[in-house]
């Protein structure tokens, strides 16, 4: 599992993979964008205390080494799907959309509910389709609100403030993660940290997307 790369101050070479547009239906599509390389590059000036402390080859990273993952699709008005394994997945940027978990026909799947913002229309199509396909047993996360207010506080501690980003990340073993990400350059990013969310249950999850549709 790779949660562990995503301390505060490791700094990775990344090209996020784009957005899929299309039609705004409300259907479940496949992840179609192959995964782009990231790849870590160093340290910053802020860091974590354990990385004060532990050098970076104890936690498996290596200079100018990928990190395997597998990346999911924002695709928005619909939910694009991976299935899980044999890596992570990653997938972002999030500004409020569900990710979720399920398990359908025997395969193991993550989702992107595709809200778009300030969007009425085109959520509570996606919303409603997600909640009448979910099977029992889906659980899922808001990794935007793992945050809170904290982004802005950790941005404020550069100078210049750096841009930030929330990734979600969902691990081979089901556990979820909201990942902020600060842009540091063409191309370059400075990791805020990782934090763990517990999943929200089927019946939550569902009653959430119909009430917010």
């Known amino acids: 599992m790779i949660e562990k790369y995503f301390q505060l101050g490791v700094r990775y070479r990344w090209q996020k993979p784009p957005n899929v547009d299309g039609p705004r239906d409300g259907q479940i599509v496949d992840s179609i964008r ?19 402390t532990t050098h970076v080859s104890v936690i498996g990273l290596q200079m100018n080494v990928p990190i395997q993952h597998q990346w999911l699709d924002y695709t928005p008005g619909r939910i694009a799907r991976v299935p899980i394994g044999p890596y992570d997945v990653l997938t972002g ?28 229309a085109v959520n509570r199509i996606v919303k409603t389709a997600f909640a009448a396909a979910m099977p029992p047993g889906t659980t899922g996360f808001n990794p935007l609100q793992a945050w809170a207010d904290e982004v802005g506080i950790l941005s404020r501690r550069f100078n210049p403030p750096k841009v930030p980003q929330i990734c979600a990340l969902v691990t081979t073993s089901g556990e979820f993660y909201s990942v902020v990400m600060f ?31």
């Open 183 to 213: 842009i540091d350059g063409a191309n370059e990013w400075y990791c805020g940290g990782a934090k763990k969310v517990p999943p929200t249950s089927y019946d939550s999850l569902r009653t959430f997307m119909l009430r917010a549709a």
């Open 93 to 120: 940027f999030m500004s409020g959309c569900i990710i979720a978990r399920w398990t359908d026909r025997g395969v193991n799947y993550v989702g992107h509910v595709g809200t778009v913002e300030s969007d009425v």
């Open 34 to 52: 192959p995964t782009a390389q990231l790849t870590y590059i160093g340290l910053g000036s802020l860091v974590s205390p354990t990385l004060m």
